[in-house]
């Protein structure tokens, strides 16, 4: 069964479905110990690919290179992709799109976003006249294989939200995302104009979106939950206070003990990414 056809299976099931995001392959190696998918996040590939914020600097071949080492190390996780606005041109997202299915990926998120583009979660964000993103759609639609597809819209006026969400939803797209939602009612209402169509739920630490369980959010209707930065947030908050207390012990390393990672928990989990080793799990 191919990975976008696995990850179909699983967005029909009833419960709502978590994809972790992974900024690079530490924290994709982490995140496979705990969950069974995975989400490319463009925020947190932004920030450790390039250290930038996620405002348009990431590069498409960047990306596709990126999903390659994380398809051969991580065979059975979905895998799916921010893409962006498809790197502004629609020749461009096709060329993506079939990159990365060739690579392996599950997915990919394709937004509605114009240049200067922002994160789904801060203010200024702009949309593209709805025509022409539906236009980059369908050209990335009529490209794909089975690649599942996320229609994602960034619009911020309450009325636009749900004509640009039933938009998406009478198209072939599998999945529709509304970045930013503000609400739960929001969300209803968003399923009310979509009907059948699986829905995804994107929630990021500090952002607009309520935080939801995953319970919470299979009784709303939500078929598919990213969870963009929990790991480049994380990692953020450790680093720091790790090299805190490194500066504040006169760079003495502190004492290794059973709740520490050391050389060999390290070179524990990443062994397990070796490619020989993938048929015995």
Known sequence: MSHPQRLKDTIAETSTTPLIGVFDMLSASLAAVHYEGMFVS???????HYGLPDIGFIAWPDVVAFVQRLRLAFPDQHLLVDIDDGYMDP????????????????????????????????EGKQV?????????????????????????TDATDEAEILRRAEAFAATDADVILVDGVRSVEWIRKVKGVIG???????????????????????????????YSTPCLFA???AIDSALRELKAADGRLPEHGPDSIGVTESLGLLERNISRHHARR
């Open 128 to 152: 593209l006249p709805l025509t022409e993103y539906l236009d980059k759609l369908q050209m990335v639609l009529d490209t794909r294989t089975d690649l599942v597809v996320v229609a994602r």
């Open 91 to 122: 020749e461009t997202a096709c060329h993506v799109v079939r990159q990365l299915e060739m690579c392996g990926a599950s997915g990919v998120v394709l937004e509605d976003q114009k240049r200067p583009r922002r994160c789904g979660h801060v």
């Open 235 to 237: 990692a953020h908050a």
């Open 196 to 226: 059948d169509k699986p829905l995804l739920f994107n929630q990021i630490a500090g952002g607009k979106s309520p935080r939801l369980s995953l319970s919470e959010l299979r009784e709303l209707g939500v078929d598919l939950a990213i």
């Open 42 to 48: 463009g925020f947190g590939f932004a920030a450790s």
